[in-house]
């Protein structure tokens, strides 16, 4: 895990660009804390920040290869979870290797394998590789963009980093927000439409996506996607594969060189995770799994039950803690810490995020790095299995929009009216939405239920999960930390993709073929437990405590935000302690007193970042 930059120009000699690398790579230095690394030629050059997790001394990045007259060299971030295969499949092809490490068994897969490489590898990546020999970068995203790269083009450069900041230390590269930006921040926002970023002229590379750039420019192609095909396994096969492919995963996704844990929550998802992870340290002699969950002052106190959080997760925890005989330890934050932190979320998206969902997980990796450098997530679960309430409701599924942020009327007040009259959020939303739904592949042989299942699906995962997979790199990287996520498998995800929705909602619940699955393996409790997401603070003195915040910075009638928001409206908003604001802001958490710290981030970013306002 690590993060990467460089730039290119194929039409002019900018070796003495260095100073720019160096700043480029020096705003990663979260994201790698261990290790920097260079490699400079005449047209291009590459920078490396890196977090060990596999072979100290053998992955050293960037890492360079001459093979048959030519040189490529790589940056990379991620991991392959395929590595062995891989590497016995070169040996058997005539590669040798002085590593185990998996950068060297990427490096020479594309070596052999050219562009097609994408299709042989298992994993989270962002990669670039340089021909030297073509004058050639190849770069490629993961399946699912669980790992971030990010792109622009200027003066005839191609600038790539895994994070925006960097690309700002390019010269001439500066941050704008146009009308298509606004619309991402405050229409779809946290989400955002894959392969779009709010700031003007800087893209991202999308999931399942490669790239090349040459002296013919920029080309751009989709490796992978899911495919609709009918589903001819009974319930005996369908759960004997299913599980099978989640074991796998989990497996695969367990090697490290360094201290890994599990974050356990009690829910059915991280306690599958947990359930394995326990068993293998079992299996392999490495003593008791060490897991962490989190939990807020006086939580304990003020847990007031929703639809959406139905019960807290102490109780769970530790059934699954005794069951497993885990060496579990919990992270308690505070209040003021959530607060205090929105400032650092917001830099580790480089946009404003999901407020306290973001600093709560930001704070909760701070606190377990000291102990461990890799965690396994039970994330991504809930999109491939089909676990959020929005699958069920009848409100959401009727809703005509994004089911997780059906606010649009709202967010549309929000806009500083003088903006307002210029764009038209629904029109934006309205239109990202028909153009995701049209990409959804429906079968004659699918029933009523599973074509209005697959459309939710694909949004869910395209969109939600995204979202969700962005807040957990981004706040992890931010300690260098590794967030794994083994539901998040690609052939899991594909496999079940085409399982009917009959079968996957098995017996009417959400999640009920994989709670079918389990029912043998982890305790009745856990698997009949209803869907509870990522805990979020009860306690009343968080809401004082953003409240206070936004007051402040609305008693500025200079503060930025001011020239992109309704003043009165978010005055209304305050005295109302977010009640003006009648839905959920986004997806289930993000009520009253998370808009308020949203907002909160958005002054932050309009101040630390500066963006020229161009409509």
């Excluded at 405050?186 to 991202?204: D, S």
């Excluded at 009690?266 to 394995?276: A, E, F, N, Q, R």
């Excluded at 579990?328 to 607060?339: C, F, G, Q, R």
Aim: proline residues 4%; charged residues 25%; aromatic residues 12%.
């Amino acid at each position: 895990m690590c993060g990467i930059n460089g730039f290119v120009n194929l039409t002019k000699d900018i070796s003495n660009m260095k100073s720019t690398i160096y700043s480029m790579n020096d705003t990663l230095k979260k994201r790698g804390p261990d290790e920097d690394g260079y490699y400079f030629e005449k047209n291009v050059y590459l920078g490396h920040k890196r977090l060990i997790v596999i072979d100290a001394n053998g992955g050293k990045q960037p890492m360079t290869c001459k093979y048959n007259n030519n040189t490529y060299t790589l940056v990379y971030n991620g991991q392959l979870y395929n590595t062995e295969d891989l590497r016995k499949d070169l040996i058997e092809n005539g590669f040798e290797f002085n590593s185990y490490s998996d950068t060297e068994v990427l490096l020479k897969s594309f070596i052999y394998y050219g562009y097609d490489v994408v299709h042989k590898l298992n994993g989270i990546y962002g990669f670039a590789i340089w021909d030297s020999n073509k004058k050639e970068l190849f770069a490629a995203r993961d399946h699912f963009g669980v790992k971030p790269l990010y792109y622009t083009i200027q003066d005839d450069t191609f600038i790539f980093s895994s994070e925006i900041k960097a690309l700002f230390k390019y010269p001439g590269v500066e941050a704008k927000i146009d009308s298509q930006g606004i619309s991402e921040l405050f229409g779809l926002g946290p989400a955002h439409t894959p392969g779009i970023v709010a700031f003007k002229g800087i893209n991202e590379l999308k999931p399942a996506h490669f790239g090349i750039y040459n002296s013919s420019g920029l080309h751009l192609e989709r490796y992978w996607s899911l495919k609709s095909a009918p589903h001819e396994d009974g319930l005996k096969t369908t759960c004997e594969k299913t599980k099978y492919l989640l074991e796998d995963s989990i497996k695969r996704q367990l090697v490290s060189d360094v201290p890994l844990c599990t974050f356990l929550s009690g829910g059915l998802d991280s306690s599958i995770i947990t359930l394995y992870a326990a068993n293998y340290y079992e299996k392999e002699n490495l003593g008791s799994l060490t897991t962490y969950s989190v939990d807020y002052k006086d939580n304990d106190k003020n847990f007031v039950k929703t639809d959406f959080q139905p019960n807290s997760d102490n109780y769970y925890i530790d059934i699954m803690k005794n069951k497993l005989n885990t060496n579990h330890k919990v992270v308690m934050l505070d209040t003021p810490e959530l607060a205090a932190n929105l400032e650092d979320a917001m830099i580790a998206r480089d946009l404003p995020g999901m407020a306290d969902v973001d600093s709560s997980l930001l704070l909760f990796c701070q606190r377990v790095k000291p102990e461990a450098t890799v965690t396994l997530t039970g994330e991504c679960s809930d999109e491939i299995f089909g676990g959020y309430p929005w699958f069920f409701r009848e409100d959401a599924l009727t809703s005509g929009t994004f089911p997780w942020s059906i606010a649009t009327t709202e967010r549309q007040q929000l806009l500083n009216p003088s903006i307002g009259e210029k764009i038209n959020l629904k029109e934006y939303i309205d239109y990202r939405y028909y153009e995701s739904l049209n990409e959804v592949e429906i079968l004659d042989t699918d029933s009523m239920e599973t074509a209005e299942k697959r459309k939710i699906s694909h949004l869910t995962l395209n969109w939600f999960m995204q979202t969700l997979l962005d807040r957990s790199d981004r706040m992890a990287m931010y300690n260098g930390f590794e967030i794994r996520v083994p539901f998040c498998d690609y052939r899991l995800a594909e496999y079940v993709w085409n399982i009917p929705w009959e079968m996957k909602a098995l017996n009417g619940r959400e999640k009920g073929l994989l709670r079918y699955i389990m029912k043998d393996y982890l305790p009745e409790e856990i698997v009949d437990r209803k869907k509870s997401p990522y805990p979020k603070t009860w306690n009343p003195t968080y809401l004082k405590c953003v409240k206070d915040m936004l007051t402040k910075i609305m008693a500025d009638k200079n503060a930025p935000i001011n020239n992109l928001l309704n003043r009165e409206y978010i005055l209304e908003i305050l005295e109302t302690d977010g009640k003006a604001f009648t839905r959920p802001w986004f997806g289930q958490l993000m009520t009253g007193p998370q808009l308020m710290a949203y907002l909160c981030q958005v002054n932050m970013w309009l101040e630390r970042y500066q963006p020229k306002i161009e409509i």
